[in-house]
C-alpha cells in the first residue's frame, strides 16, 4: 500500500464527505450527532485548497490459465485506491482549517504526509484552531511541532490557536 497526496478532483467529494461526516460524530461527543450533515463538508471548505490522501493498493490474484494472455502466467495485478484523508486550508492566511484521516487508517504517517503536501511546510508558519476536548489532536499536532498560541470559545467548546513555525517542527517523524 502506498500513500499519494494530490488536490482533491470531483470524484473525491462523496468519500471526503463520508471521512468529514463520520470522524465528526466519532470525535466530537459532546455535540449532538445530528448537528453534523454530509453537505458540512462544501460549506466548510469552500474556497479553500483541499488536498487528498489516497491511499494505493496493488494486489496480484491468481487466475485461471487459460484466461491470461502472457504463457506461463498465473497471476494479474489488481490496482485500486481509497480515501483515506484530505485536508483543508486558507493559503493567504496559512491557516489550517481541517485535517481529517480515517480513523482505520490513523497511526500510518498521513496526517504527518499531509501536512508536509503544504506549500511552503516547514519553512512558512502555519495556524489552525483544536477543540480542547480533542485531545487526540491536540496531542497528534504537538507531536507534530505546533506550539499554543492563543485560546478562545467557540459555540463547540473551547479551543487552542496552535502555530507551527516551520523548520520541520517535528514533522518529519512518521510516528503518527
Request: hydrophobic share 40%.
Amino acid at each position: 500500500m502506498t500513500i499519494r497526496i494530490r488536490p482533491i478532483h470531483p470524484h473525491d467529494l462523496a468519500a471526503a464527505e463520508n471521512i468529514f461526516l463520520e470522524l465528526r460524530r466519532q470525535t466530537y461527543t459532546w455535540i449532538a450527532p445530528e448537528k453534523f450533515q454530509l453537505a458540512d463538508f462544501a460549506s466548510q471548505t469552500q474556497g479553500e485548497n483541499i488536498r487528498v490522501a489516497e491511499d494505493h493498493i496493488h494486489s496480484v490474484v491468481d487466475v485461471k490459465a487459460t484466461e491470461t494472455t502472457n504463457a506461463g502466467c498465473n497471476d494479474a495485478a489488481l490496482n485500486s485506491s481509497q480515501l483515506v484523508g484530505f485536508i483543508s486550508v486558507q493559503d493567504k492566511a496559512k491557516f489550517i482549517h481541517h485535517l481529517y484521516v480515517d480513523s482505520r487508517q490513523q497511526g500510518r504517517g498521513i496526517g504527518r504526509a499531509l501536512l508536509r503536501s503544504l506549500p511552503n511546510w516547514g519553512n512558512a508558519p502555519y495556524q489552525l484552531k483544536c477543540l480542547r476536548l480533542n485531545q487526540q489532536a491536540m496531542t497528534f499536532y504537538r507531536a507534530c511541532g505546533f506550539i499554543e498560541v492563543d485560546a478562545g470559545t467557540s459555540e463547540d467548546g473551547e479551543y487552542a490557536l496552535l502555530a507551527h513555525y516551520g523548520m520541520n517542527g517535528g514533522a518529519s517523524n512518521d510516528a503518527n
